[in-house]
């Protein structure tokens, strides 16, 4: 197999992507990519499908024998109902951004938080255990991120949000479940101060400073950075964002999301298919398809 096309065969294996909408969705380029790079007789599929129509969708996907597919906004918790079994890491999440279909049955996983430790261990260096970490943001990658600092053992979690009680709300649930000593608290400068101060590694979960609005102001002053520490953004679009800018200015090693997005995918590859991901053809494919949008 070459080129862009897909090949079809009569045996050929079903993948996608439920999402809703799914038209600037990278994935399908990244899965079929792979596919190709390794030989595999595997196609992946952009599959834009409306709220009400998720649980149809779910049955019409078993029924169809597809093996493996992603999950994105707005399906990612919705679907945890519809599902016959649910992994720890998306139980500790609260969402699922990969099934697996196996012998009729749908397993909800989350690679997420596993891809995001991935990035920071591969392209980083970095290894949370005993270290200390702070969080902007309390929503669904929040989550991902939180759950997967505590897992992998760092020493305390700082949560801060603008909605002070999500904050709180996310920081007691890790703590309950996860047995880290985690606080949520509000963006303000003066108690963020103290908390930037030790904190090893700072990540932004918002969505602030993604294209279009790239000239935003950071959710922090980087100056309350701890030059050395890793400001890491989950944007990775643009592939700098001014928090990032501000973080190298102030002495700060940086990292963007693309890291995630491609071990997140790869992680979901080596589910379906137990093969080892082709991660440097997944991340071209995730940089083409990002130049697209
Ligand atoms: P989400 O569930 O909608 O959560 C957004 C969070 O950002 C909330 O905590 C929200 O605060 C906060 N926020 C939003 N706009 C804000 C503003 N103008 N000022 C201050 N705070 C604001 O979104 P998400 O799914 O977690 O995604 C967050 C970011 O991560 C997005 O940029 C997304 O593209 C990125 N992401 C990247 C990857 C990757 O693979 N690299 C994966 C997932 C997500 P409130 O609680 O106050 O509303």
């Not at 834009?48 to 994105?72: E, H, I, R, S, W």
């Not at 979690?157 to 047995?179: D, K, M, S």
């Amino acid at each position: 197999m070459s080129g862009t096309a897909v090949n079809i065969s009569g045996k050929t294996r079903l993948f996608g992507i439920l999402g809703y909408p799914v038209e600037h969705s990278v994935s399908p380029g990244v899965h079929n990519a792979a596919f190709r790079h390794l030989e595999l007789d595997m196609v992946y599929l952009p599959l834009p499908v409306k709220p009400d129509d998720l649980g149809q969708a779910v049955a019409g996907m078993v029924a169809l024998g597809f093996v493996g597919a992603n999950v994105t906004i707005p399906h990612k918790e919705a679907i945890i109902p519809l599902l016959d079994e649910l992994a720890v890491e998306a139980r500790l999440i609260g969402a699922v951004n990969t099934l697996v279909f196996r012998e009729g049955k749908v397993e909800g996983h989350n690679t997420d938080g596993a891809g995001f430790l991935a990035a920071l261990e591969k392209e980083a260096g970095f290894a949370p255990q005993g270290k200390v970490g702070t969080i902007l943001g309390a929503g669904g990658a929040a989550r991902a991120v939180a759950v997967a600092l505590a897992q992998a053992g760092a020493r305390e979690i700082y949560i801060a949000n603008r909605t002070p009680a999500r904050a709180v709300e996310l920081a007691t649930h890790v703590q309950r479940e996860l047995g880290i000593p985690c606080r949520g608290l509000a963006i303000a400068p003066e108690d963020l101060r103290p908390v930037l101060r030790r904190s090893d590694l700072v990540v932004n979960a918002s969505p602030v400073g993604m294209y279009p609005h790239v000239d935003d102001p950071p959710l922090i002053p980087t100056g309350l950075l701890e030059p050395g520490c890793l400001a890491c953004d989950l944007i990775y679009n643009p592939s700098e964002t001014a928090f990032l800018r501000g973080a190298h200015r102030r002495g700060c090693r940086t990292l963007n999301g693309l890291g995630m997005l491609v071990y997140q995918g790869a992680l979901s590859f080596e589910l379906w298919t137990g093969r080892a991901a082709p991660v440097e053809v997944m991340r071209a494919a995730a940089l083409a398809g990002l130049q697209k949008c």
